[in-house]
């Protein structure tokens, strides 16, 4: 039988039968007195004794009954037919996916583990086949059983690097509960499979040859919690109480294209609140404006998401009172609609505090809107924010639930939508925590398609405290975090030091492609920016653990595209103020050409912080040219491109131009004229 609880002095059939019952196991054994053994099978070989007279041992509980004898059973049986298996063997053959048997191992002394992250325990089912699909689900080229009910998950540098060492066969001699024809190996053993096909492969990371590479760009004076592209191509940064220097404004803006002149680089802003921990005021023309009594949030909320809607309005989602305070689990909307209190009570926003913070929400082309919050994602109805859909539950670690959003903190992104946005859109969310182990895989979805399930995709390496960006095009640059902990100040540790580019376009699990390193630590409030060149401006890490700075410098990541040895693209453009489905022509310069290898895309105007891109979304539009004159069509209503401001970049092959900014949707929702009060200077509804 495939299951022993412990032993029982006070052992007798009716305490056997209901101890197996309990762990429910259909047979109930007792052996030798004392011992009760659980199992659904006979395994081993196990047969039918030739007498009932052979189980005469008494049972320690009870002198008046039998309970089996020296390597005798007295079986029980709870249905009327169950399987009997053979002695056990390796499993070799018909086996999951492309994994090959490797061998018997044997555990490093010292109660190490050769897989020590990933570790499944299942008494009843456990098997050769649902270990090797388990790990296969997350990527994982390694897979070991042990102690039958034992699965493990692991990577092939696990078995070199941890201490395990080949074994005798005989060694491995345990039978799976779940498949008792099986070996899953034995006492400290492990049977190890290794996936080895190439066709397909399980996973496949790049490793080109032009990786691109991170530079230095200037020496900050703020250490930014929050990094925003203007209009002006000049980057905002609002910083937490505290954090820098005793004299600081607490915002600042970055012209980096006079990165090489410090004085003339940073500009003073101000700011009277601690953006930490409330929202900041209206921004006006040339600083940010506050005037609490006449301009706040219906409830004061401490790291919520946002978003603009399709209306134009802006979306407020969820937060707490303040650092580690009550939850806030409630909507709302600005401009705040007429009457008393709006906000809406979400029970989902409430079930799942502290671990939802900062939610990730975008705008779906067919109406709804996609909340995704710890390890949950929901569609609600836009205009009564009811939920239409609940999608499942986000994969973690292949052992365990994990989050996503603050303190789990990963990062989230919707991946390309292309003309005529007849395709699914999707998203995908990258790196997380559980429990404090760093995730090592994204997973993505196409939320609006029925029954849709998330797909895992293994990362090079662990990361929480993500920061990612969208590309022009069409790629997103991963980069930042630690590989171990929670976001926090001195949660976390091991910086994550290399970039990683992730390619939609690209096979499933052949996506990542490994990219440059750097020698700075970006960790708690850290932020990635794309730039109107095409470059990702790197900021900020304000870590507080006494091993890494407070990071003030401020470096650019040049992408591959960037350092092909290729002339940039250029063009011209003269209405930027776009309706849906308008055309709006341009005159472009491709230095290497033609027209025919020519993507346009556009990319929303993003503000960051703790991992979220608020405003991401990356579109290519339909367009037609005729020599170096080109008609671009602009994107057909606000649910596939919601009103706002984006770049527009002409892509001549891979690489991308500078981008120019395009108003498309107007402002149906007024924020150019608000708040209607005159001690705020509001920018206005345009034209532009």
Known sequence: MSFQPPQNAQNTIQTCIATCQGQGFNLAGTEYGAECWCSNSINNGGALASADTQCNMACSGSATQACGAGNRLSVYSAVNTFPSYPVPTAKKTNLPGGYTYTGCYTEPAGGLRIFPLYQITDKINNSVDTCLNKCAAFGYEVSAVEYGQECFCGSASDLTSNGGAVAPEADCSMACPGSPADLCGGVGKLNVYTWTSTNPPLYKWNNPTNKGRYELLIGGIVIPLIATL????????????????????????????????????????????DVFVRSPGVNGTTDWIEHWDKLHLQEGRWYPGALVMANGS?????????????????????????????????????????????????????????????????????????????????????????????????????????????????????????????????????????????????????????????????????????QQGVAGFGLATKPNLQAILYDPTQPKHQRFSILGTTSVARLYHSEATLLHDGRVLVTGSDPEDNLNPQEY????????????????????????????????????????????????????????????????????????????????????????????????????????????????????????????????????????
């Open 553 to 688: 410098r401020m470096e650019v990541y040049i992408p591959p595209y960037l350092t092909a040895n290729r002339i940039q693209p250029s063009y011209t453009i003269t209405n930027r103020d776009w309706t849906y489905n308008g055309l709006y022509n341009i005159n472009v310069v491709l230095p290497q050409g033609p027209v025919a290898n020519m993507r346009i895309s556009l990319l929303g105007a993003v503000s960051t912080t703790h991992g979220a891109s608020f405003g991401q979304r990356t579109i290519f539009p339909k367009f037609t040219c005729n020599v170096n004159a080109c008609t671009i069509t602009a994107p057909t209503n606000a649910h596939v491109c919601p009103p706002g401001w984006y770049q527009l970049f002409v892509l001549d092959g891979p690489t991308p131009s500078n981008s120019q900014w395009v108003r498309i949707g107007g402002d149906p929702a007024s924020l150019g004229n608000w708040p209607a009060d005159p001690a705020f200077s509001p920018p206005g509804m345009g034209p532009i």
């Open 230 to 273: 203007g209009l002006n191509n000049k980057v905002t940064f609002m910083e937490k109480y505290g954090t820098g220097a005793p004299n600081s404004t607490g915002a600042y803006e970055l012209d980096y294209s006079l990165a090489n002149d410090y004085k003339k680089a940073w500009r003073t802003m101000h700011v009277s609140s």
């Open 314 to 482: 802006i979306l407020v989602i969820g937060g707490e009172e303040g650092s580690n305070g009550a939850p806030v689990p409630s909507l709302e909307v600005l401009p705040k609609p007429a009457g008393g209190p709006t906000f809406l009570t979400m029970d989902w926003l409430l079930r799942t505090d502290p671990n939802n913070l900062y939610p990730f929400a975008f705008v779906l082309p067919g109406g709804g809107i996609l909340v995704i919050y710890y390890n949950e994602a929901r569609i609600l109805d836009e205009k009564t924010f009811a939920t239409i859909k609940t999608l499942p539950i986000i994969p973690g670690t292949v052992t365990s639930p994990a989050g996503r959003t603050y303190p789990m903190e990963g990062t989230a992104m919707l991946l390309p939508q292309y003309y005529p946005y007849t395709d699914p859109v999707e998203v995908i969310v990258c790196g997380g925590s559980a429990n404090g182990i760093a995730l090592d895989n994204c997973a993505r979805i196409q939320p609006e398609v029925e029954g849709a399930q998330w797909i895992v995709e293994r990362m090079p390496s662990q990361r929480v405290m993500t920061i990612m960006t969208a590309l022009p095009d069409g790629t997103y640059m991963i980069m930042g975090g630690a």
